[in-house]
């Protein structure tokens, strides 16, 4: 399992390009959740069946993307 941690700024297309990503990629997230913090979007996305590389190329490309501030990606087990 791979949880992208990715921090935008706050607005209204912020979540939708995000979520947008994944779909131009045939990519269904596992979890994705997004809260609002010290006036910044914070959003986290978990994907399984990734391989690092993969996974890695994603959070670069993400962090490529209008409004995001910084991307990042690890990998996790999941919690049985």
């Not at 706050?10 to 990519?27: H, Y």
């Not at 609002?36 to 993969?54: E, F, N, T, Y």
Request: hydrophobic share 55%; net charge neutral.
């Amino acid at each position: 399992m791979h949880r992208f941690r990715i921090d935008a700024i706050v607005d209204a297309q912020s979540l939708p390009r995000i979520a947008g990503f994944f779909a131009q990629r045939a990519i269904v997230p596992d979890d994705m959740s997004m809260r609002i913090a010290d006036g910044r979007m914070l959003i986290d996305v978990a994907v399984a069946g990734l391989c690092p590389a993969r996974a890695a190329v994603i959070a670069a490309k993400l962090g490529e993307l209008y409004a995001v501030l910084d991307a990042g990606c690890e990998r996790r087990e999941p919690v049985a």
